[in-house]
């Protein structure tokens, strides 16, 4: 198991300056942007120069490797919404942002190919997140799968052409949001090889779902996690539920959650580790900084500290003993 350093967590300062503070604060790998504009890695211009060589020289450089890519602003926008209010830098027409998100995935795929990294996360999207309830369109979700099946169909076949996987991050807001929903998208798209999910268990759990049970329902899909908590505030729970007061700060007050570091929140990092490992997952564990209360510079070294120690090396050997012989 490995550590991992989402490189936007300082996303004002140039790619190399933060490769640096990942290294010499003991992270293992990074987790790059490849989404338009974010000021750190151009794919497209990367992928033209043909310079893939140069930056993964600049990252093994400084002891590190690249663990992932992430299309967090533009993948959303293959299914919506279509709003002006989205991340994403495309500003046109529905048809315009429908084929931006979709050439910037695939662009995402093509330079993870190069690179040698196996997966992509990205948000699924969803037109009208209105639609997981059965009132007022009682065909809202049909609508939503369809359009799944369509549209990402066609970036995961694409993905399967370049041999990397679609790390889909649940979240609300999103077609695949929870365990049911992923695991129903997933059926879809008759299990396409290229779907893989991207386990934020900060995300899982402020939306009221049990990590280890998505775990165990999930396992041989998720490809990579997000080392990111959450703080449930049980004093203000009881006036609004878990998504009470979603609009004007993250840091409010009065909030029913709080995106926190790891070890500051609700999230049983050894229950959580023991169980992706015993369903077969050895892999990165990329820290996101969204915590509302500390600075960045704390995360940096509170996460590593808190996490080293927890990572498994290797699997149980067994005994051969004849009180424990299985």
């Excluded at 790619?15 to 989404?35: F, H, S, T």
């Excluded at 703080?231 to 007050?253: C, F, P, S, T």
């Excluded at 997952?281 to 509170?302: A, Q």
């Amino acid at each position: 198991m490995k550590i991992g350093f989402c490189v936007v967590n300082y996303s004002e300062k140039p790619l190399e300056e933060v490769l640096k503070i990942a290294a010499d604060n003991g992270y293992d790998c990074v987790e790059l942007p490849a989404y338009v504009g974010n000021g750190q890695v151009d794919a497209e211009d990367i992928l033209k120069n043909h310079r893939t060589g140069e930056l993964k020289k600049m990252v093994e450089g400084y002891g590190l490797s690249i663990a992932s890519l992430s299309n967090h602003a533009d993948s959303p926008l293959i299914m919506g919404p279509y709003s002006d209010g989205t991340v994403s830098s495309c500003k046109g027409t529905r048809e315009e942002k429908i084929r931006f998100g979709t050439e910037s995935m695939i662009r995402s795929a093509q330079l993870a190919a190069e690179l040698g990294v196996p997966a992509v996360v990205a948000f699924s999207g969803m037109e009208n997140y209105g639609h997981i309830n059965d009132w007022p369109e009682p065909d809202g979700w049909k609508y939503e799968e369809e359009q799944f099946a369509v549209k990402w169909g066609r970036v995961m076949d694409k993905y399967r052409e370049y041999g990397i996987k679609v790390a889909f991050e649940p979240h609300p807001n999103n077609v695949v949001y929870d365990t049911q929903s992923a695991l129903r998208l997933l059926e879809v798209v008759d299990y396409h090889p290229a779907f893989a999910i991207n386990l934020d268990p900060a995300n899982i759990l402020f939306s009221g779902v049990n990590i280890q049970t998505f775990v165990d329902e999930l396992r041989g899909r998720i490809a990579l996690v997000h080392a990111k908590d959450c703080e449930i505030v049980y004093h203000n729970l009881a006036k609004g539920g878990l998504n009470m007061y979603m609009q004007d700060g993250w840091g409010r007050l009065d909030r029913s959650f709080r995106f926190r570091i790891p070890g500051w929140g609700d999230v049983d990092w050894k229950r959580l580790i023991s169980e992706l490992f015993i369903t077969g997952y050895d892999g990165v564990f990329n820290y996101e900084h969204e915590d509302v209360i500390m600075s960045r510079g704390d995360g940096v070294k509170k996460t590593i500290e808190f996490l080293r120690p927890l990572m498994i090396d290797a699997p149980y050997e067994g005994r051969s003993d004849a009180l424990f012989t299985k």
